[in-house]
């Protein structure tokens, strides 16, 4: 168990329709990724953000947006989702946000678009 | 920017053979290494990781790595392969040294499987 929980585990959704998922840190880390992982685009990392803010953005179409609130926690929502969202979304924490620091990968949300 | 290459999308190993995965990256900076495994429906959880120093790096699981400048390589090495270690393994790399530049850029994976 990383310490990183996210909800749901599950979601399976329809074409056009709006998500959020959920991520709740490590206790004590200020700074939560996201990653996407598909089949054809492989691992690939979405946003960053450190003690509220933005810190970096990657590979995040514009229909998605993040945030991360006061209590550290992070919600990722994605809307007018198409087949190709499908996937598996992790959320990731580490202390300090440094690239040295360990990030610790919650257990995923599976995303299905029928 | 920095990116990983893992040969072998798969990888067959007997029970108590040498597993050897390899990883090599590309990094305009000195870079931080980090090799992560994936066992089925779960999330990634971390090996080993070399920052700085000693550059032969120990992990869990009976698992170390090398990192070796000249040849840009972060091969990960484990003595004797058990049935528990089938799974997928992922090479990242993070350069960190610019603010906002921490994030991980992982390689496409390797699964390992382990044959009785």
């Known amino acids: 168990d990383s310490g990183v929980t996210q909800t749901p585990k599950h979601l399976i959704t329809a074409t056009g329709q709006r998500v959020t998922l959920r991520c709740s840190p490590r206790?004590?880390?200020?700074?939560v990724y996201w990653y996407q992982q598909s089949l054809d685009q492989g691992l690939q990392f979405l946003i960053q953000?450190?003690?509220?803010?933005?810190?970096a953005k990657g590979n995040i179409l514009e229909r998605f947006s993040a945030q991360q609130f006061p209590d550290l926690h992070s919600e990722l929502n994605l809307s007018s989702l198409e087949l190709g969202d499908s996937a598996l979304y992790f959320c990731?924490?580490?202390?300090?946000?440094?690239?040295?620091?360990?990030?610790?990968f919650g257990p995923g949300t599976r995303l299905t678009v029928l | 920017a920095q990116s990983v290459t893992q040969l072998g999308s798969h990888v067959s190993v007997s029970e108590g053979a040498l597993v050897l995965l390899r990883c090599n990256y590309s990094?305009?900076?000195?870079?931080?290494l980090f090799w992560y495994v994936q066992y089925p429906n779960q999330g990634l959880q971390l090996l080993l990781k070399?920052?700085?120093?000693?550059?032969l790096v120990k992990g869990i699981n009976g698992f170390e790595a090398e990192f070796k400048k000249s040849e840009t390589s972060f091969h990960l090495t484990k003595p004797s392969a058990h049935m528990s270690d089938a799974a997928e393994y992922f090479c990242?790399?993070?350069?960190?040294?610019?603010?906002?530049?921490?994030?991980?850029?992982f390689g496409t994976g390797t699964r390992l499987t382990i044959i009785p």
């Open positions: 990731a924490s580490s202390g300090s946000g440094t690239g040295w620091d360990t990030q610790y």
């Open positions: 206790s004590g880390d200020l700074s």
């Open positions: 953000y450190y003690n509220g803010e933005e810190r």
């Open positions: 990094s305009s900076v000195p870079p931080y």
């Open positions: 070399y920052t700085t120093g000693a550059t």
């Open positions: 990242a790399v993070s350069v960190g040294t610019n603010f906002g530049n921490e994030k991980l850029t």
